[in-house]
């Protein structure tokens, strides 16, 4: 399986969305802001896509979800805790379930519903890459401010992953704030935060503190 990476942007927002693709066939992970330069290397590589997986409902990762679903004729995959509480729907919307495995074409995927940024945000495991939102990036994790965000809920999905995911698991978050995705859980548990916190009080004060320079202050 390989895996694209592309660098979009709408004024000071900057994500990362991905397209994995094997034996001509690819799925998307949250795609947003620049629909030519996604499609076009679809068509240049010749991958057809089969689907569009959705991490969460905010708009720098849903905003060409039902785009690509459309003019593709495929359907997009979001949890339903997500669907039901932000009222979510755009074309070909299906709802995915904790721990139950999809198959689109010829890729295995897990979703892994962790609550935390958002009500029903959802990582997407699939071979031994964890593509994971707003939920957990190389440097920290998400914000957890605003509706339907709970920082206990983050510190049960952290816990989640650290127990349930193996050590050699890649993680490609929906943003960088200085490291490059693709890192290993590994490297997170030495280098994140977040993940050497066995406290929930310590975890949702130090996520929640005042006076951080910026959210994405990570440590």
């Known amino acids: 399986m390989k895996i694209k990476t592309f660098q979009v942007s709408y004024f000071v927002i900057k994500n990362q969305c991905y397209l994995i693709y094997k034996n001509g066939m690819g799925i998307l992970i949250d795609p947003a802001w620049d629909y030519e330069l996604i499609n076009d290397f679809m068509v240049s590589q010749q991958i057809v896509l089969k689907g569009v997986l959705l991490t969460h409902a905010h708009i720098d990762h849903t905003n060409l979800a039902e785009?690509?679903?459309?003019?593709?004729?495929?359907?997009?995959?979001?949890?339903?805790?997500?669907?039901?509480y932000y009222g979510f729907d755009c074309g070909n919307l299906r709802r995915i379930n904790h721990l139950q495995e999809e198959v689109i074409g010829d890729f295995e995927i897990i979703p892994i519903v962790t609550p935390g940024h958002t009500f029903?945000?959802?990582?997407?495991?699939?071979?031994?890459?964890l593509f994971s939102?707003?939920?957990?990036?190389?440097?920290g994790v998400g914000i957890c401010d605003g509706k339907g965000?709970?920082?206990?809920?983050?510190y049960d999905s952290v816990q989640l992953l650290k127990h349930f995911l193996p050590e050699?698991?890649?993680?490609?978050?929906?943003?960088?704030?200085?490291q490059t995705p693709g890192k290993d859980l590994r490297y997170l548990l030495i280098n994140n935060i977040y993940f050497q916190f066995d406290n929930r009080a310590h975890f949702v004060n130090f996520r929640m503190r005042?006076?951080?320079?910026h959210l994405f202050g990570f440590t």
């Open 133 to 139: 939102g707003d939920t957990i990036f190389i440097e």
């Open 67 to 84: 785009r690509f679903a459309i003019a593709h004729d495929v359907p997009v995959f979001m949890s339903g805790q997500e669907i039901d």
């Open 120 to 129: 029903g945000s959802c990582c997407y495991l699939i071979d031994r890459h």
């Open 149 to 154: 965000a709970d920082a206990s809920k983050m």
């Open 168 to 178: 050699h698991t890649l993680f490609w978050p929906g943003h960088s704030y200085g």
């Open 210 to 213: 005042k006076g951080q320079s």
